[in-house]
């Protein structure tokens, strides 16, 4: 790697700061000079903001005026691969340079000097009594024999007052130490011995070895049936990564999975990695935003937003469970951290293994092409056998109104139970109902800021919008006609199905995870290893539980509701279903019991459920394929959604309307232009939100495209425009 340039006293530099102007500003080197990639502090107007050196100054402006950097920051300089990412990162996105720096610095207290903190850790003293609020600390120090924790960290973690863990220090019980605020990450260790992997296993290990240790970029669709060991395998390739003194970096789609993951990561390494998600506390960020740049990190298990951490030498990074949608950012800068992966991996020379039972389209097709390599594992590990998949078709059920449980899939419980076994219900929609109706007037209790139905959620005792978060108290009478007593819940949800199954099971220790029943991340991770461990026999869940748990006592999985993905007209809906419901299937059987997932559905001949039930799965990406090849959509199309949003409708649609008609720049593209239509969502938080969809040949420069259309018009400062390149839905 070249020198970073380095910019004497006096000398113009361009900075990029975190404001909302989407350009660079000149400013003039301050004393002692900076390095390129130095984070700056300057002055904009009456203020100090805080910047980043992007190069040499552009010049062109009375150098008398220009102001110099007023200090540069004790943080290590931004390498120049980071900042051609997030060049690169923002013309993919067509997002402004300043946004993607703001990702690039979510860490609190950025330029301030290193400062020391307390930490605690098991002493050498006995208490002079015990209680159990003492116990529970010991235990977690226990627990974790060789870490130390913050105070608040530690009584959290007892759960406990700091006042306890305050009364052990001042008996010696427990050790109290300063120590720097940042301080490295525990080493992993590689050489230690992982499990003894399979053939097949080995042979997809070696496969990403030795990409590896070529150490140049590339990408690996790791496809493996739930429960082959994909997680067994890319740890090979992390420890092959450490091997080689470079940092690994593990994405997780789902924070409440990162529990299980971190116990398999100590007991492969030794050791506990560096975590990045919006649980840690911001303590925690800062030091792993240092340490990952300083290589006092080398392994960091993190949310999408990982992606923008500083690393030295980044080696490898693995997105597991690849194909899910919570990859893709829906707020501010619209990115999907799968290809953001890639993009990084490119410009560090990394490898991306992107690990998933059931690939996203995108990454099939990028394998079938040869773009990305392909590894698979085709059968679990051990005796665990795929699951059997069957359908009930519940037109033939005798069901009573508000009962969704089949006789069918009720007996197959009551034997599972009987066996000892669990067995789970899945349902993918959280509270107690999905609509309250008005049984007087047929008024649907809707939010008052958004285009959705409130849904009770009887555990809180509220109604709650999906969409913006609001709750309010659910009324005596209905707010469109005033009649009494008529409001009405229609259709299930979680917890309703909860009261069915007390009825149907009333000696069953039932649990039922769903993310808002929650206080806190914690909690949840707890309840999932309590629940694993045989703390309940019958499981209710959202699509929290699809999410890679393993539950090895589960050998039935009931899907309640097969039929509800499969609504609408979204082209993506068919994918969406296949891997969620495959995912879902995956839990059932996976230790040395065979599992058994069935479908409740009232069209089981579709296609779809007959391509979940069926084996073939490479036949169903084939026909997807072919649909999405036919339409002229990603992943054989390029698309954008254009999303026009403000507090009102006429002039939201007037801009959009303006949009439509001056097509130029997408003209010249061969782009088409559909819509203004209202968005998916029509209105959230007050905001009315009307979208147009941009379709363009797979090789149209369609970003460029973009931003000089965009760039036509003015946007009014009430409005918002906002592109969205690959949208989720089209
Ligand atoms: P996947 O990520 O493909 O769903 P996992 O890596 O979670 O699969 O493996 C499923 C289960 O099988 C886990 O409990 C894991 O520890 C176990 N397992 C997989 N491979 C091995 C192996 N080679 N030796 C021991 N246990 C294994
Ligand atoms: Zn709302």
């Known amino acids: 790697m070249q020198a970073p340039s380095f910019f004497e006293q006096g000398t113009l530099v361009s900075v990029l700061t975190t404001q909302p102007l989407d350009r660079l500003l000149d400013y003039k080197a301050p004393e002692g000079g900076c390095f390129a990639g130095a984070f700056v502090e300057v002055p904009l107007g009456p203020r100090l903001v805080f910047g980043v050196v992007w190069g040499p100054g552009a010049g062109g402006y009375d150098p008398s005026k220009i102001r110099a950097v007023n200090k540069v920051l004790d943080v290590a300089p931004m390498r120049e691969e980071m900042r051609l990412f997030l060049t690169k990162a923002a013309d993919y996105t067509v997002s402004p340079m300043t946004s993607m720096l703001r990702l690039a610095t979510r860490a609190p207290g950025l330029g301030d000097p290193p400062s020391m903190q307390k930490i605690y850790r098991l002493g050498e003293g006995a208490p002079d009594r015990m209680t159990p609020a003492r116990q529970k600390v010991l235990a977690v120090l226990e627990e974790f024999g060789g870490l130390s924790f913050t105070l608040g960290e530690l009584a959290e973690m007892a759960g406990v007052s700091t006042s306890v ?16 605020r940042d301080r490295p990450y525990p080493q992993l260790d590689p050489e230690m011995s992982g499990k003894d992997l399979t053939e097949a296993q080995a042979k997809a290990a070696g496969q990403l070895s030795a990409k590896i240790r070529n150490g140049d970029f590339g990408a690996t669709l790791l496809r493996g049936v739930t429960g082959s060991g994909k997680t067994e395998v890319y740890l090979e390739a992390v420890a092959e990564c450490l091997r080689a003194g470079r940092q690994a970096l593990v994405l997780l789609p789902e924070i409440a999975l990162s529990a299980e993951f971190l116990n398999r990561v100590q007991a492969r390494f030794g050791a506990v990695p560096a975590e990045w ?13 240092r340490m990952v740049g300083q290589g006092g990190a080398q392994l960091v298990v993190g949310a999408r937003s990982a992606l923008f951490l500083p690393f030295r030498d980044l080696g490898l990074i693995v997105v597991d469970e690849e194909h899910d949608s919570s990859y893709k950012q829906e707020d501010g800068v619209l990115y999907n951290a799968r290809d953001m992966a890639v993009l990084r991996a490119s ?28 590894v698979d594992l085709t059968a679990r590990y051990g005796p665990a056998v795929m699951p059997d998949m069957r359908a009930i078709d519940m037109r033939v059920q005798d069901l009573p109104s508000n009962r969704w449980i089949s006789p ?27 609509v309250t109706l008005c049984r007087a007037c047929g008024h649907q209790i809707a939010c008052d800021d958004c285009d959705a139905r409130m849904v009770e959620h009887r555990f809180l005792k509220r109604l709650m919008c999906h969409q913006c978060g609001a709750t309010k108290p659910m009324p005596q009478a209905c707010p469109s006609c ?30 039922v995870l769903s993310s808002d029943l929650y206080g806190s991340a914690r909690a949840l991770k707890e309840h999932i290893l309590t629940i694993a461990d045989g703390g309940a026999d019958l499981i209710i869940g959202t699509q929290l539980v699809a999410k890679g748990h393993n539950f090895p006592k589960l050998t039935l999985v009931g899907v309640i509701d097969a039929d509800l993905g499969l609504q609408g007209s979204d082209l993506r809906a068919a994918e969406r279903t296949f891997q969620l419901m495959r995912q879902v299937a995956g839990r059932a059987g996976r230790a040395d ?17 007959r391509a979940i039930l069926g084996a073939d799965d490479e036949a169903f990406w ?18 954008a959604g254009i999303v026009v949003s403000g507090p009102d409708v006429q002039a939201v649609f007037d801009l959009a309307g303006e949009m439509a008609r001056r097509t130029a720049p997408l003209q010249k593209i061969g782009a088409q232009v559909f819509g203004p239509a209202p968005a998916p969502i029509a209105r959230i938080r007050g905001q009315h939100r009307v979208r147009l969809l941009i379709k363009a040949a797979k090789s149209a420069p369609i970003q460029t495209a973009l931003r000089q259309w965009a760039g036509q018009f003015r946007v009014p400062p009430s409005l918002r425009l906002q592109i969205d390149i ?4 089209f």
């Not at 019991?593 to 779809?608: D, R, T």
């Open 593 to 609: 019991k065979p599992g058994l997932a069935v479908l409740q559905s009232f069209q089981p001949e579709h296609p779809v459920i």
């Open 726 to 729: 690959d949208p989720q839905s």
């Open 347 to 374: 410009m560090c020379g990394a490898q991306v293994v992107l690990a998933s039972a059931t690939p996203s389209l995108e990454s099939w097709a990028n394998a079938e092409t040869g773009k990305y390599d392909r």
């Open 165 to 180: 863990v305050k009364g052990l220090v001042k008996q010696g019980v427990v050790a109290e130490q300063d120590t720097p």
């Open 408 to 434: 069918a899939l009720e007996g197959l419980v009551r034997g599972r139970l009987a066996a000892g076994e669990q067995a789970m219900l899945f349902l993918n929609r959280r509270g107690y109902a999905p």
């Open 482 to 511: 005033g009649v009494e007593g008529k409001l009405a819940p229609v259709g299930p949800g979680v917890e309703r199905l909860a009261e069915e199954v007390a009825e149907l099971f009333p000696d069953t220790r039932v649990a």
């Open 277 to 289: 998600h919006s649980g840690v506390t911001m303590t925690e960020r800062r030091r792993c935003w």
């Open 622 to 639: 084939r026909a997807e394929a072919a649909e999405r090849l036919a339409a002229g959509v990603p992943p054989y199309g390029r698309m």
